[in-house]
């Protein structure tokens, strides 16, 4: 019988994937259970079996009252106790072999939080959906789902476990297709740079079944970390897009400049300028006008994911929206604030250099001779302009004489063409009288008839 136990233990342990020790290990404890179940059983004993010859022996020791054992180690191994053990080990057996599977697949899994595994939809509801995974099943919940991703059942596809759990009926594995861990594996799959450690992901935004922006780095200057991992003509990059059911992947080089690492981020947009403030961790990007909708994305998906990429609190203003603002920023504003007076529980104003607080009305009183001399000195600007352009109407327009009932008008200009057509008139007539003169003394014959 022993040796028939022995092939049956062995038989079991290659059928079951386990080793005979085990197996033997379960035995010992069936008939030790078996022992205290018997009257007179001490009760501090064990069973040890030899494995070559398949004997097994029952060793007691005394106890204290406490419930310490005490003194010399004695066999106690009842007459009868082949047909117990023969039953034990049939009743107890299947139960070990069980648990001890159960413990395999746990240490099988249990270290495997965050690596991908590739398993079968076997069935799925309203809750969660079940995953073949060969000797196991995995639990993919439907939180842990992309939204409107229906695969149907018998469809291979590719998951990210997040827990594994022992339990009673054996360790839960969970599982999603929505963490980001998820696009960092499939990267690592396709691009044998990644695997090897020369191409580095830095940081992975994603959006499931919509959009994903991973920040990817090279430890190697003759390396493109971008072209690695898109491959020659997007082949690399499309076997992963296929596997996510056309979800949009953005890969973008990582920088340790703020600036340019934000400016990269938002990409396909162009950026003009980014503006870093270390104290609040924010990021103002300034975009053309024409760039802000194509900067903000549908939704503002395309900043949302470039915040979560960066770890910065980006801001997108357009150049006239930050044009606008520091005009704003550049006025003299009164300082002070509105508080509440504790005693009448109205609003006064309370200046920021001090004083006594000033009511509503008073503050209105006291803005009002500003805004009389603001006024004022504007009536007198206009009416400066006024005077000016008075001067240079009257300078254009003709001097009036008046003299009598008749009045002459003339000019300088006119003073001027006056004295020169008189002058002309002079010349003129001096001209022919000396002409007169000149024919007289030619002809004086002439001069005589006439």
Same mark, same amino acid.
């Given at each position: 019988?022993?040796?028939?136990?022995?092939?049956?233990?062995?038989?079991?342990?290659?059928?079951?994937?386990?080793?005979?020790?085990?197996?033997?290990?379960?035995?010992?404890?069936?008939?030790?259970?078996?022992?205290?179940?018997?009257?007179?059983?001490?009760?501090?004993?064990?069973?040890?079996?030899?494995?070559?010859?398949?004997?097994?022996?029952?060793?007691?020791?005394?106890?204290?009252?406490?419930?310490?054992?005490?003194?010399?180690?004695?066999?106690?191994?009842?007459?009868?106790?082949?047909?117990?053990?023969?039953?034990?080990?049939?009743?107890?057996?299947?139960?070990?072999?069980?648990?001890?599977?159960?413990?395999?697949?746990?240490?099988?899994?249990?270290?495997?939080?965050?690596?991908?595994?590739?398993?079968?939809?076997?069935?799925?509801?309203?809750?969660?959906?079940?995953?073949?995974?060969?000797?196991?099943?995995?639990?993919?919940?439907?939180?842990?789902?992309?939204?409107?991703?229906?695969?149907?059942?018998?469809?291979?596809?590719?998951?990210?476990?997040?827990?594994?759990?022992?339990?009673?009926?054996?360790?839960?594995?969970?599982?999603?297709?929505?963490?980001?861990?998820?696009?960092?594996?499939?990267?690592?799959?396709?691009?044998?740079?990644?695997?090897?450690?020369?191409?580095?992901?830095?940081?992975?935004?994603?959006?499931?079944?919509?959009?994903?922006?991973?920040?990817?780095?090279?430890?190697?200057?003759?390396?493109?970390?971008?072209?690695?991992?898109?491959?020659?003509?997007?082949?690399?990059?499309?076997?992963?897009?296929?596997?996510?059911?056309?979800?949009?992947?953005?890969?973008?080089?990582?920088?340790?400049?703020?600036?340019?690492?934000?400016?990269?981020?938002?990409?396909?947009?162009?950026?003009?300028?980014?503006?870093?403030?270390? %104290? =609040?961790?924010?990021? /103002?990007? @300034? &975009?053309? $006008?024409?760039? +802000?909708? #194509?900067?903000?994305?549908?939704?503002?998906?395309?900043?949302?994911?470039?915040?979560?990429?960066?770890?910065?609190?980006?801001?997108?203003?357009?150049?006239?929206?930050?044009?606008?603002?520091?005009?704003?920023?550049?006025?003299?504003?009164?300082?002070?604030?509105?508080?509440?007076?504790?005693?009448?529980?109205?609003?006064?104003?309370?200046?920021?250099?001090?004083?006594?607080?000033?009511?509503?009305?008073?503050?209105?009183?006291?803005?009002?001779?500003?805004?009389?001399?603001?006024?004022? %000195? =504007?009536?007198?600007? /206009?009416? @400066? &302009?006024? $005077?000016?352009? +008075?001067? #240079?109407?009257?300078?254009?327009?003709?001097?009036?004489?008046?003299?009598?009932?008749?009045?002459?008008?003339?000019?300088?200009?006119?003073?001027?063409?006056?004295?020169?057509?008189?002058?002309?008139?002079?010349?003129?007539?001096?001209?022919?009288?000396?002409?007169?003169?000149?024919?007289?003394?030619?002809?004086?014959?002439?001069?005589?008839?006439?």
């Amino acid at each position: 019988m022993n040796a028939e136990m022995k092939e049956a233990i062995n038989a079991i342990a290659a059928d079951k994937g386990m080793k005979p020790e085990v197996l033997y290990a379960v035995l010992a404890d069936a008939l030790e259970s078996a022992y205290k179940k018997m009257p007179d059983a001490h009760e501090y004993a064990w069973v040890t079996i030899d494995p070559d010859t398949m004997e097994y022996r029952v060793i007691a020791q005394e106890i204290d009252d406490e419930g310490e054992p005490y003194g010399d180690e004695f066999e106690v191994t009842p007459d009868n106790f082949g047909r117990i053990a023969a039953l034990a080990f049939k009743q107890v057996l299947a139960q070990g072999i069980r648990e001890e599977e159960r413990e395999q697949k746990y240490e099988e899994y249990a270290g495997r939080e965050g690596d991908i595994v590739t398993g079968i939809i076997q069935q799925s509801d309203s809750r969660y959906t079940l995953l073949d995974l060969g000797r196991v099943e995995a639990l993919l919940p439907r939180a842990e789902q992309v939204p409107n991703e229906r695969p149907d059942s018998n469809t291979r596809i590719k998951a990210y476990i997040v827990e594994v759990r022992k339990t009673a009926k054996g360790p839960q594995i969970v599982v999603s297709r929505t963490h980001p861990g998820l696009i960092k594996r499939l990267f690592e799959l396709e691009v044998p740079e990644i695997a090897d450690g020369i191409v580095e992901i830095k940081s992975c935004a994603r959006e499931p079944g919509h959009r994903t922006k991973i920040a990817v780095w090279s430890n190697d200057p003759n390396v493109d970390p971008v072209g690695a991992c898109v491959g020659a003509s997007g082949a690399r990059v499309r076997m992963i897009v296929n596997e996510l059911r056309g979800e949009k992947i953005d890969i973008v080089p990582f920088s340790e400049e703020p600036e340019e690492f934000v400016s990269k981020a938002l990409s396909p947009a162009k950026v003009q300028e980014v503006r870093i403030d270390m %104290e =609040t961790g924010t990021a /103002d990007v @300034i &975009v053309p $006008d024409y760039q +802000l909708s #194509l900067a903000i994305g549908k939704e503002g998906q395309n900043a949302r994911l470039s915040a979560r990429l960066t770890g910065w609190r980006i801001d997108i203003k357009s150049e006239t929206q930050q044009a606008e603002e520091d005009a704003y920023q550049n006025v003299d504003w009164a300082e002070g604030e509105w508080i509440e007076d504790p005693e009448t529980g109205e609003q006064v104003w309370q200046p920021a250099e001090g004083g006594p607080a000033l009511s509503a009305e008073e503050w209105e009183a006291t803005s009002e001779p500003d805004q009389e001399d603001a006024e004022n %000195e =504007t009536t007198d600007d /206009d009416e @400066i &302009v006024a $005077d000016s352009e +008075l001067d #240079l109407k009257e300078a254009d327009q003709p001097e009036v004489i008046a003299d009598g009932d008749t009045a002459e008008v003339s000019s300088e200009g006119d003073n001027e063409a006056s004295s020169q057509s008189n002058s002309d008139d002079t010349q003129s007539e001096l001209a022919d009288v000396s002409e007169k003169l000149g024919s007289s003394e030619a002809d004086p014959s002439e001069g005589e008839e006439t």
